[in-house]
């Protein structure tokens, strides 16, 4: 396997790098083979990274990482490259296939009909933020302005795959205390975002 | 910031939607997102929107190596043919072919017979994909079996598909926390991993485009109880239940 790029400088968007992967997925998009085969040399790794930690099982992570290049080839032509760059495009896919499966080994009432209901993507299709290096920053300036389980339990759901309940049973509080925090959080952060 | 009553409808949505974008939801709450989803273009685009604003995190994530036949298994999932190849799941001819290798489990004493005619079948079957740009060469056939061990597979390498049918016949079961991984022992004695076996059925496994070059008569096959995940150090670690070397049917 070919070195994968380093996450930080693909995701500048005026990186070579950036440029280069936006590239290959618009060739992809078109239907090129030999693009699919580069792409994934360049970003599986990262995207397995991403679907192992979510998924916590190589086999499931294996199984996740296989739907997002699927879905990747079905759908390649809905990536905006003045909308997001290509690999935060990418890892936002492999995040949504790996949460829905977490979301799915669950056995609870609503299981089957989740399952037979195809998930729309959202977040593949459009992002309307442009990432560079200082988004992140500003991000985890952000987080820390919340309070401290807030900013924790969100980084935890969105790197963890953490459920309210799972974070609730955790922190050893009520649901509906967790749910209050990451709501109440959810809020300050967007603004703190938009300031 | 106020309570949920104060709030306004577009906060309740967004509120909503960065709930469904983190992936907190479960149950009837996640199944009523995945509705709103599909139906209300605004929700999708909130929903984009805090995917968007959360994605730098996910610089922090450490890239892993994935398994080496699995640009395999996604080429094959992408490419057409005759039967669509559903997503998550193995080729129709690999169901179909799963239901002709049920019909002769247990006859593994007539394995080389029945190994002969599933080579037939492999080269014969109507849904193959297009021909491989070169003459397909023999297939080979691997009986697996070890002392002390219930284990018995058989394992067809299908040279048109570059790929390995494993079918188990007795005394492979799924056991929670434990794995059994494939590997090939050239004549260097060096295993090399042929990925994770998963037991319950007939299998077919990419070979991995390197090794496809190590794969002839002689040559043994083994599998291994690792733990949940493989094998952590590249190398056999936990007992071979059952090994075989490859011969031409």
């Known amino acids: 396997m070919a070195d994968n790029m380093d996450h930080a400088a693909a995701i500048r968007s005026g990186s070579e790098e950036g440029r280069r992967l936006a590239g290959t997925l618009g060739a992809v998009a078109r239907g090129d083979r030999e693009a699919m085969a580069d792409l994934y040399e360049r970003t599986s790794a990262k995207l397995f990274g991403i679907c192992l930690r979510l998924l916590g099982s190589r086999t499931e992570a294996e199984e996740a ?13 809905s990536f905006d490259v003045a909308k997001a760059s290509a690999i935060t495009w990418l890892a936002v896919v492999a995040r949504n296939k790996s949460i829905d499966r977490l979301r799915q080994r669950r056995p609870d ?6 399952a037979a209901a195809d998930i729309p993507d959202s977040g593949a299709s459009a992002f309307d933020v442009l990432e560079d290096a200082q988004e992140g920053e500003r991000l985890s300036d952000c987080l820390e302005e919340l309070e401290d389980r807030a900013g924790q339990a969100i980084r935890a759901a969105f790197l963890d795959g953490s459920s309210y309940s799972d974070l609730a049973e955790r922190e050893g509080v009520p649901l509906g205390t967790m749910k209050s925090w990451i709501r109440r959080g959810l809020l300050r952060l967007r603004g703190c975002l938009e300031r | 910031m106020s309570d949920d009553r104060d709030m306004p409808g577009d906060d309740a949505l967004d509120r909503l939607a ?232």
């Open chain 2, 18 to 249: 960065g709930e469904y974008a983190l992936g907190l939801l479960e149950g009837d709450e996640r199944a009523g997102a995945v509705r709103l989803l599909a139906a209300d273009e605004d929700f999708r685009q909130r929903v984009a929107r805090w995917s968007g604003r959360f994605a730098p995190l996910l610089g922090e994530v450490e890239s892993a190596s994935p398994p080496p036949d699995l640009w395999a298994r996604v080429q094959r999932a992408i490419t057409p043919g005759p039967l669509p190849v559903p997503v998550g799941a193995e080729g129709s001819n690999v169901v179909q072919l799963r239901r002709k290798v049920n019909l002769w489990r247990g006859y593994f004493a007539a394995a080389t017979a029945l190994a002969a005619s599933l080579a037939l079948f492999l080269v014969t079957r109507p849904d193959a994909p297009a021909p491989a740009p070169r003459p397909p060469e023999a297939p080979l056939v691997a009986m697996m079996s070890a002392e002390d061990s219930a284990a018995k597979l058989v394992a067809t390498y299908d040279p048109v598909r570059e790929s390995l049918i494993v079918t188990p016949s007795a005394g492979v079961e799924p056991s929670p926390g434990h794995a059994h991984e494939l590997w090939l022992i050239p004549a260097d004695g060096k295993p090399r991993s042929m990925g994770l076996f998963v037991a319950g059925g007939p299998r077919r496994m990419a070979v991995p485009a390197p090794m496809l070059a190590e794969l002839k008569p002689d040559v043994t096959l083994a599998l291994s109880v690792e733990p949940e995940g493989g094998s952590p150090s590249g190398s056999p670690t936990g007992p071979v239940i059952a090994a075989g070397k490859l011969a031409r049917i």
């Open chain 1, 65 to 77: 990482l296989q739907e997002t290049y699927v879905a990747v080839w079905g759908k390649a032509a």
């Open chain 1, 109 to 114: 009432a609503t299981a089957g009909l989740e």
